[in-house]
T-cell receptor, first 112, second 113 residues
Framework: SQQGEEDPQALSIQEGENATMNCSYK?????LQWYRQNSGRGLVHLIL?????REKHSGRLRVTLDTSKKSSSLLITASRAADTASYFC????????????FGSGTRLQVQP | DAGVIQSPRHEVTEMGQEVTLRCKPI?????LFWYRQTMMRGLELLIY????????DSGMPEDRFSAKMPNASFSTLKIQPSEPRDSAVYFC???????????FGNGTRLTVT
């Protein structure tokens, strides 16, 4: 079963706009990670946020984590056509299985 | 660093045949993961190794699937006999530890007819 569920499933925006993707998960986590996947390629790690952190930035990316609501969001600011990809959240559980469980992903389309 | 290397890139085979997928992780990484991606089920963890030892194989669909890691630089995922429902993209990923970010290969697209 999938630990994380992304919302929305698909998102289409214009270049220059901001894109926000949300992720909800079910169990206590050690960390939450966001990945990007271009068509036909493997996933690429974007950012990791630990359970004791609330916000993290990396370039045009901003990730928030609310452990009380078991949710996270990924904000991409000033989007570019090259940001078109699928974005996945993934969680490392606090105990037990030490392997990432991935959500279903958000397909982002940035129109030039 | 060449990253995680998977072979073959594409595999087309007939039902009942044996399929072997190969993976070379990044040197120095202690954890290796096999995932399967389909439209219906998304990304599913099949098995992961830590220091060449299988830690969790609860995601392996059934006895037709087996995975080995004979040394730190090589792993295989074998399907015998293959079935059409095994058609998917199979990814190998490695990481420094079980909690570290994963580095993915570009996957093997398997089609079983």
């Amino acid at each position: 079963s999938q630990q994380g569920e992304e919302d929305p499933q698909a998102l289409s925006i214009q270049e220059g706009e901001n894109a926000t993707m949300n992720c909800s998960y079910k169990t206590s986590i050690n960390n939450l990670q966001w990945y990007r996947q271009n068509s036909g390629r493997g996933l690429v790690h974007l950012i990791l946020i630990r359970s004791n952190e609330r916000e993290k930035h990396s370039g045009r990316l901003r990730v928030t984590l609310d452990t009380s609501k078991k949710s996270s969001s990924l904000l991409i600011t000033a989007s570019r056509a090259a940001d078109t990809a699928s974005y996945f959240c993934a969680t490392n559980m606090d105990t037990g299985r030490r392997a990432l469980t991935f959500g279903s992903g958000t397909r982002l389309q940035v129109q030039p | 660093d060449a990253g995680v290397i998977q072979s073959p890139r594409h595999e087309v085979t007939e039902m009942g045949q044996e399929v072997t997928l190969r993976c070379k992780p990044i040197s120095g990484h202690n954890s290796l993961f096999w995932y399967r991606q389909t439209m219906m089920r998304g990304l599913e963890l099949l098995i992961y190794f830590n220091n060449n030892v299988p830690i969790d194989d609860s995601g392996m669909p059934e006895d037709r699937f087996s995975a080995k890691m004979p040394n730190a630089s090589f792993s295989t995922l074998k399907i015998q006999p293959s079935e059409p429902r095994d058609s998917a993209v199979y990814f190998c990923a490695s990481s420094f530890t079980g909690y570290s970010p994963l580095h993915f290969g570009n996957g093997t697209r398997l089609t079983v007819t």
